[in-house]
């Protein structure tokens, strides 16, 4: 008899055919494998029994880096084969394959770069079938080597030789090159020149670093300005020249024992360091940073490490035995660089490119995790992660695109019952990065085949992703624009993930987004299904003196704050805050908050920080987003008990008198420690009636300080762990929002 086998998930660049062609041999089973756009398809015939017995073994003994979602077995019309062969891939049909994440160095590749009698010793492009890139070289599905970047390599006969047999650790490892026939390193200086040919350029490379200098390194989704993370003079000269005054750099370390001088590093950050998706994981810096300067992370108590995942990183560490300031060369507000014309906008940063002549096609940052109690937050979904395939908790009608928010920007395809999200697009405040995001929307529908039935995007109406969708659906008018408000689809993206049906308590604790009031929401309460949401409870409104300036500015919020106290008093007042402006600008922000000038509302949890940073000096103008949270976190004592009072009624939280008592406070770490408790105390005092599930989102739970306590006081509370908390994961919840315009009748599984 006949059968074929049809299994989707990731199943393609995983060494999945070799992987049935080799059990298939075991077996002594004749007949064929084959990738197709939906995924692998097998064609077998033997008994019913042998059947069975070939099934299990392919689920049970599974290739690393593979998953299976679905395995369908049907009878065909009876065949007859000789041998066991693997056919070309088939590209016809509805594109469903997943895409297949670029993937850290393997350790028998690792192993075969260092060993001199390799013949790839020393290469820094070597690869398999289980490791290296995947996402960032391929244009097309499915992933064949004629789709990827790597089409203009001709390879040599000993490559080739190792590509074509399937029972060789490179069968069709579609990146597969070497010294003889793959891509090369080339070095130039900062004006584009080939300066200097030497006969080793990690050797140069080293020696450059070394002396200070600041490397641009083509790596995996696109360069890292990179310098000596000991060098206090390099890494000055980097802020300088980068005008990036405070934000924290993530740095390279060599391997484990290395990470281990500078991150307080536990069990399942240590598993997280060194999987194969190579995160920057968020750690407790070891004794305020010691061995490094503290210029790599200002002020604040935490590091972000991560070990080299590319050949290129591991040989130039290997030499230089130092940890590296690996951070993503961009323009601020601009995508990364993945070409040397892109890099060329950051000339005067770097003092030399070490590039390659590999394409990368599609970009993409390192991602970044922490980790708070027994919990795996990713912040950023990128390299490694993405794209990313999330099962939904029930089938779509309709072919949805969802177009994210506007900071940290990402976008998702929902079809069926899955919704593939982008990696990590960046924030959507320059011209560059909107054409990136565009761009991004274009690859994903481009290897999915995809068209949008309907397009899903945030109320904000001047977010850029709303305009672009806007355009989009005048020029398709058959598509449908359906819009969702920013926190709803924050809890959403948590219970789509989690796979939740029925109604949950849903806190958003966020910057701003847009409310259905027209305020700028952020202190928000909402019960929760898939059908729609009730605001229960928020924080009270203020005012943002500014408007969007006082996003970038926790003076302002704290002002406005002080003027809901005491009124035109505040201007009399001798705090950190009013000392923060001269007196005519006092009089002028009174005025505005008086008449509400250039003032919006807002129930911000994220502003309601800034203000409280800003009242106790910790920060007055933020250099770069999120700043005033990590720097409250790292005045956190578990030791200081307690919190402040403040009054709930009628849905609203008076925050006022928490302020009135913390300004009293004269030591920072009290009033600081306080806060945080009184921010659990709202939960709870809140949540208290409601017998749901409890659902934390919103951009604010970045803060492993807050998260860490609300998870000491309500332990089962969820947040999402594969996709970010922050505005990263809101695309995921557009797709799932989009259900009930549709499909209100459907049941919910
Ligand atoms: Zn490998
Ligand atoms: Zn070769
Ligand atoms: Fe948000």
Redesign the pocket.
């Known amino acids: 008899m006949t059968y074929r086998i049809m299994i989707e998930g990731t199943v393609q660049g995983v060494g999945f055919r070799p992987f049935i062609y080799q059990l298939a041999s075991q077996f002594k089973l004749n007949g064929t494998v084959h990738n197709g756009v939906q995924g692998v398809e097998i064609i077998v015939s033997c008994s019913k029994e042998e059947l069975e017995g070939f099934t299990q073994a392919i689920t049970r003994r599974l290739p690393p880096l593979s998953s299976i979602d679905t395995l369908e077995v049907a009878q065909i019309e009876s065949r007859d084969f000789s041998d066991f062969q693997i056919l070309k891939s088939d590209n016809s049909g509805e594109k469903t394959a997943r895409i297949p994440p670029d993937v850290s160095?393997?350790s028998?590749?690792e192993k075969e770069l260092f060993d001199p009698s390799n013949r790839r010793y020393g290469y820094p492009f070597?690869?398999?079938?289980?490791?290296?890139v995947r996402y960032s070289i391929i244009y097309d599905l499915p992933y064949d080597r004629v789709n990827t970047s790597m089409k203009f390599f001709k390879m040599c006969k000993a490559c080739e030789e190792e590509y074509t047999n399937p029972l060789d650790?490179r069968y069709h490892a579609q990146p597969i090159g070497c010294w003889e026939c793959g891509p090369t390193l080339k070095l130039i200086d900062n004006v584009g020149r080939v300066p200097l040919i030497p006969t080793n350029e990690i050797d140069k490379v080293v020696e450059l670093l070394s002396e200070g200098k600041i490397i641009a390194v083509k790596g995996v989704g696109g360069y890292h300005l990179m310098c000596d993370a000991t060098n206090e003079e390099a890494i000055l000269k980097l802020r300088e020249r980068k005008q990036r005054p405070a934000k924290p750099f993530a740095v390279m370390v060599k391997d484990m024992e290395m990470a281990r001088e500078f991150g307080e590093i536990n069990t399942l950050e240590e598993k997280l360091l060194t999987s194969r998706e190579r995160p920057i994981v968020l750690l407790q810096s070891k004794g305020n940073h010691k061995g490094l300067p503290l210029q790599v992370a200002p002020n604040i108590s935490r590091i972000g490490l991560f070990l080299p995942y590319a050949p290129l990183h591991l040989l130039i560490l290997d030499k230089l035995q130092h940890p590296l300031v690996a951070t993503s060369a961009n323009v601020t507000d601009e995508p990364i660089c993945t070409n040397l014309e892109d890099l060329e906008k950051l000339q005067g940063v770097y003092d030399y490119v070490l590039e390659h002549n590999r394409d990368i096609v599609n970009g993409c940052d390192d991602s970044v995790v922490m980790v708070v109690g027994e919990q795996e937050v990713i912040l950023r979904r990128a390299r490694g992660y993405a794209p990313v395939s999330i099962k939904l908790p029930f089938t779509l009608k309709e072919h949805v695109l969802a177009m994210g928010a506007n900071q940290k920007s990402t976008i998702a395809i929902g079809f069926e019952n899955q919704a593939i999200l982008s990696p990590h697009i960046g924030d959507l405040d320059s011209i560059g990065s909107v054409e990136y995001y565009e761009k991004n929307i274009r690859t994903l529908e481009r290897m999915y085949g995809f068209q949008a039935d309907v397009i899903v995007h945030d109320k904000h109406p001047y977010y850029e992703s709303t305009k672009v969708a806007i355009l989009r659906q005048a020029q398709e008018p058959m598509t449908e624009l359906v819009e969702v408000q920013h926190h709803y689809a924050h809890i959403l993206s948590v219970m789509a993930e989690k796979q939740l049906a029925g109604k949950v308590f849903g806190v958003a604790f966020d910057g701003t987004g847009y409310g259905d009031d027209g305020n700028l929401w952020g202190g928000e309460f909402m019960v929760c299904d898939y059908e729609g949401y009730e605001r229960v409870a928020h924080l009270n409104y203020f005012k943002l003196l500014g408007g969007d300036k006082a996003i970038k500015e926790p003076r302002r919020v704290a002002l406005s704050v002080l003027f809901d106290l005491y009124g035109e008093e505040t201007l009399a007042l001798q705090t950190p805050t009013t000392k923060a402006f001269s007196e005519v600008e006092l009089r002028t922000y009174f005025t505005a908050w008086q008449k509400g000038l250039n003032a919006p509302l807002s129930s911000s949890l994220g502003r309601l920080f800034d203000a409280v940073a800003s009242l106790l000096d910790v920060c007055q103008v933020m250099s770069f987003e999120g700043e005033s949270g990590i720097l409250l976190e790292a005045l956190y004592d578990d030791s200081i008990e307690g919190y402040y009072g403040f009054e709930y009624k009628e849905g609203k939280i008076d925050f006022l008198s928490m302020i009135e008592t913390l300004l009293t406070e004269s030591n920072a770490s009290v009033a600081v420690s306080k806060f945080f408790h009184t921010l659990v105390e709202m939960i709870a005092v809140i949540y208290a009636p409601y017998d749901l599930p409890l659902v934390l989102s919103g951009g604010v739970f970045q803060n492993r300080v807050l998260l860490a306590l609300v998870y000491e006081r309500f332990p089962e509370a969820m947040i999402s762990n594969a996709i970010p908390p922050n505005d990263g994961g809101i695309a995921l919840g557009q797709v799932v929002s989009s259900y009930h315009f549709f499909n209100s009748d459907a049941d919910t599984k």
């Open positions: 160095i393997c028998e590749c070597i690869t398999c079938t289980h490791c290296g650790r």
